[in-house]
Structures are given as structure tokens and as C-alpha cells.
T-cell receptor, first 114, second 115 residues
Framework: KAGVTQTPRYLIKTRGQQVTLSCSPI?????VSWYQQTPGQGLQFLFE???????NKGNFPGRFSGRQFSNSRSEMNVSTLELGDSALYLC?????????????FGQGTRLTVV | AQSVTQLDSQVPVFEEAPVELRCNYS??????LFWYVQYPNQGLQLLLK??????LVKGINGFEAEFNKSQTSFHLRKPSVHISDTAEYFC?????????????FGIGTKLQVIP
């Protein structure tokens, strides 16, 4: 079966702009989680969506938002970009959530803010 | 609050030597434990998980981990590493809160296998 697809793979944006990242989960998976990965910080949890509802949110500012559509595809939006937002953004798909079922990760979107 | 500590940020090891990557967790409730691997320019892939039962868990690629409740540890081991094992390894703890399982990841350990 097809894996988790994240688009685009690479992005370069300037400070102050906004960006939208997309994640298509594995067919049948209802949970999509987003993580920010930076060197030395590991994976920082952004939010999780399950059946179109956000059910958990990490400690990120309101500039970071997301949504999930009825087909389980998810988007993440970052407004007013800052240099510190440069990171690899990973999306994880699972049946019920990462906590008790295997999660499948996409290859990520590498965002560079200049 | 639940947390995960990976004590070693980098672990160099010679090819065919054994390796142990350490993971300790802190939790006031029962947990599930996971190890994920990330190869360069890739997402994370599940190596193994402990949900219940036998404390010795075997995973893919010859890796295994042992859950030690008294020491709150879940160290990852492999008896003989290969060049292809060079990657970053993440330990994760899952705990029940607010109606479902939540997950916290460690900061990762980079395994460098030296030929």
C-alpha cells in the first residue's frame, strides 16, 4: 500500500511569509500527527488530528495551525515565518494514534526560512 | 509529567561490534515504549515496541530491547552492527491521558558505524 506522502519535500521562504504543508496519510488511517525536527531538539510535537478534529496540541505559538479533511489528508500552516521555523516537518499517520499502534512517517518537508 | 531521556547524543561503534543505545523514562502512570530509526533524508520507521507481556522485545534488523520497570529503562541493543545501521535512533514513551494515548520522543541518538 502507498506510504505517507508529504508535499513539498523542500521549501525556501522569506521571513514574514506564510507556508502550507500537506500530508496524505495511509489509506484507512484516521490519525495524523505533525512534528517539528531540529538538530539538538529532537521531535517536537505540534498537533494531532483524528477524524477531522484536533485532539492534542503541543506548545507552539498560534502561528502554527492545521486542519484535517474528510479524506484524512492534513495540512499544516505557519504564518509570519521566523528564521527559527527552519526545520524538518514530519507527518505521522496511524490507525488510532501513535501511542498504541504503529505510526508511519512521511519523508518530511524541509523548510528553510531566509 | 512524562519524559524520555536518551543519554547519548552520539555513539560511534566499529562494524560487527555490539551496541547499546540507552533510554530512560519518567512516568507516574503505566507506559508503552517504542524505538524508531531515522535514516538520512527519511522519516522515522518503527524498530520495535513494548506494550505488555515479555520484557524482552525483538524488532526488525536484529535489534532488541528490554523493558526494565524498576530502572525505568528501555535500552536498545544489537549484538553485531553493520554499516547500514548508521542512522539516528529515537526512543518514545506513550501514556494514557485525556482519553487516549499521548507520545513523547527523546532527542535521539546518532549511531555511527565505523568500517
Amino acid at each position: 500500500k502507498a506510504g505517507v506522502t508529504q508535499t513539498p519535500r523542500y521549501l525556501i521562504k522569506t521571513r514574514g511569509q506564510q507556508v502550507t504543508l500537506s500530508c496524505s496519510p495511509i489509506s484507512g488511517h484516521r490519525s495524523v500527527s505533525w512534528y517539528q525536527q531540529t538538530p539538538g531538539q529532537g521531535l517536537q510535537f505540534l498537533f494531532e488530528y483524528f477524524s477531522e478534529t484536533q485532539r492534542n496540541k503541543g506548545n507552539f505559538p498560534g502561528r502554527f495551525s492545521g486542519r484535517q479533511f474528510s479524506n484524512s489528508r492534513s495540512e499544516m500552516n505557519v504564518s509570519t515565518l521566523e528564521l527559527g521555523d527552519s526545520a524538518l516537518y514530519l507527518c505521522a499517520s496511524s490507525l488510532k494514534g501513535l501511542g498504541n499502534t504503529e505510526a508511519f512517517f512521511g519523508q518530511g518537508t524541509r523548510l528553510t526560512v531566509v | 509529567a512524562q519524559s524520555v531521556t536518551q543519554l547519548d547524543s552520539q555513539v560511534p561503534v566499529f562494524e560487527e561490534a555490539p551496541v547499546e543505545l540507552r533510554c530512560n523514562y519518567s512516568s507516574s502512570v503505566s507506559v508503552y515504549l517504542f524505538w524508531y530509526v531515522q535514516y538520512p533524508n527519511q522519516g522515522l520507521q518503527l524498530l520495535l515496541k513494548y506494550l505488555s507481556g515479555s520484557t524482552l522485545v525483538k524488532g526488525i534488523n536484529g535489534f532488541e530491547a528490554e523493558f526494565n520497570k524498576s530502572q525505568t529503562s528501555f535500552h536498545l541493543r544489537k549484538p553485531s552492527v553493520h554499516i547500514s545501521d548508521t542512522a539516528e535512533y529515537f526512543c518514545a514513551v506513550s501514556f494514557y491521558s485525556g482519553g487516549y494515548q499521548k507520545v513523547t520522543f527523546g532527542i535521539g541518538t546518532k549511531l555511527q558505524v565505523i568500517p
